[in-house]
């Protein structure tokens, strides 16, 4: 795996501070990182700025469809938010360092929540995609961390996980969701580097371990917020049925028509946690 910038502080630091001489005086209070298919919500951002990741200089380019690889600052619902249109995956060969290196740069611009959506597939009995479900918890099973190695600045050596999914934050998606009359069930993502979709037995074994829904985003993300002490909502858009459990093989296609299909939901859910106004 290539050694790749972000995991340096110093390289870090840069970067924050390109991005918020470029965000001059604005200065978000959320973060909030789009999945795939899901990056419609940065349109609904007011006098949004956008940052196309090709700007920042030795930003690592977002390659996978769906995902854009720009960030865009401005209002929502009032709220000012940062929003992150495209990841870096394990599974496309980054670093962990690298994967987590957009959540590091809110942490190091001031923001203290972040809201971490993604596509995923439903491996609990019932969930009918495309669907959202609110992250209780999650198992990594992606065989990486980003907090091996020397401690980055900021970071704590051994976190606490016992809750990386903020109670305060859910309890605001739940309450969203009933107000805006959205089904929104609430279950155990499985992180996994990917890049194939799972096998039947795979799906099985997910499920024995207690996974609702399986991804290959997300959970690196959360370690490395958890690390920094920002909190979290974490949203899984449901876009398929796992493997084994629908009969039909699985494509990027169908996730990318799926997310598109349940993101005004998605938009709606996270409008109505920010008009609650969770700084
Ligand atoms: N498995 C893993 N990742 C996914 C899936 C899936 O079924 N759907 C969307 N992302």
């Known amino acids: 795996m290539s050694v790749e910038r972000g995991a340096g502080s110093g390289s870090l630091r840069e970067t924050a501070a390109f991005i918020a001489q470029r965000l001059e005086s604005f200065s978000p209070k959320i973060g909030i990182v789009l999945g795939s298919g899901l990056g419609g919500l940065a349109?609904?951002?007011?006098?949004?700025?956008?940052?196309?990741?090709?700007?920042?200089?030795?930003?690592?380019?977002a390659n996978v469809d769906g995902h854009q690889g720009v960030f865009t600052a401005?209002?929502?619902?009032g709220v000012p938010v940062l929003m992150q249109g495209g990841r870096f995956h394990l599974y496309e060969g980054h670093a962990p360092a690298t994967v987590v290196l957009p959540i590091r740069i809110c942490a190091a611009l001031g923001i203290e929540t972040v809201i971490i959506t993604n596509a995923a597939g439903g491996i609990r009995f019932g969930f009918e995609p495309p669907l959202l479900m609110l992250i209780a918890d999650h198992v990594n099973l992606t065989w990486q961390n980003p907090l091996v190695g020397p401690v980055a600045p900021g970071d704590?050596?051994?976190?606490?996980?016992?809750?990386?999914?903020?109670?305060?934050?859910?309890?605001?998606?739940?309450?969203?969701?009933l107000e805006a009359k959205i089904v929104l069930e609430e279950g155990v993502y499985a992180g996994v580097m990917g890049p194939h979709y799972e096998t039947p037995a795979e799906i099985r074994m997910l499920e024995r371990l207690g996974a609702d829904a399986v991804g290959m985003s997300t959970v690196p993300e959360v370690i490395a917020a958890r690390a920094r002490g920002v909190r979290?909502?974490?949203i899984?858009?449901?876009?398929?049925?796992?493997?084994?459990?629908?009969?039909?093989?699985l494509s990027h296609q169908e996730v990318l028509d799926a997310g598109r299909k349940?993101?005004?939901?998605?938009?709606?859910?996270?409008?109505?946690?920010?008009?609650?106004?969770?700084l």
């Not at 949004?48 to 200089?57: D, T």
């Not at 704590?156 to 969701?177: G, H, I, Q, V």
């Not at 349940?262 to 969770?278: F, N």
């Open 156 to 177: 704590e050596r051994f976190p606490d996980m016992s809750s990386p999914y903020d109670a305060t934050l859910r309890a605001m998606a739940r309450k969203a969701a």
């Open 74 to 77: 401005g209002r929502l619902d």
């Open 232 to 234: 979290v909502l974490g």
């Open 43 to 61: 349109s609904a951002v007011q006098d949004g700025v956008s940052l196309p990741y090709g700007e920042i200089p030795g930003f690592p380019q």
């Open 236 to 249: 899984s858009a449901i876009t398929n049925r796992a493997a084994g459990i629908s009969q039909s093989k």
């Open 262 to 278: 349940v993101s005004a939901d998605l938009e709606a859910l996270i409008r109505g946690v920010l008009r609650q106004k969770p």
